[in-house]
């Protein structure tokens, strides 16, 4: 079982950037679909990136298209969120996430291994 633990939230104003990493233990990541979504206060957890199970296929919601990068390292067994121009609408707890095997991409049910969450809040 693959356990992981995000780092790398914190307060930032808007228009700047951070970088969340999610660092994996227990099993090697390379065949894990790897996907980062985030819950804001009194909002349902919403999907924001992730690389598909079968390669480096990448995904984005509309939200952070062109502003967010995925991005992973299999040497480090790490997956990283770089977030760009960051707006308040961003504030929220991000969460790491974990599938081994297909599965639909953004629906959180489909991930059977969660980290804890780190929060990043945007002020504006």
């Known amino acids: 079982q693959v356990q992981l633990v995000e780092s790398g939230g914190g307060l930032v104003r808007a228009g700047d950037s951070l970088k969340l990493s999610c660092a994996a233990s227990?099993?090697?990541?390379?065949?894990?679909?790897m996907a980062w979504f985030r819950q804001a206060p009194g909002k349902e957890r919403e999907f924001v990136a992730a690389?598909?199970?079968?390669?480096?296929?990448?995904y984005y919601s509309d939200s952070v298209k062109g502003r967010f990068t995925i991005s992973r390292d299999n040497a480090k067994n790490t997956v990283y969120l770089q977030m760009n121009s960051l707006k308040s609408e961003d504030t929220a707890v991000y969460y790491c996430?974990?599938?081994?095997?297909?599965?639909?991409?953004?629906?959180?049910?489909?991930?059977?291994?969660w980290g804890q969450g780190t929060q990043v809040t945007v002020s504006s």
């Open positions: 227990g099993r090697t990541i390379n065949n894990y679909a």
């Open positions: 690389f598909a199970w079968s390669g480096s296929s990448t």
């Open positions: 996430a974990a599938r081994l095997g297909p599965g639909n991409i953004v629906r959180g049910h489909t991930y059977d291994t």
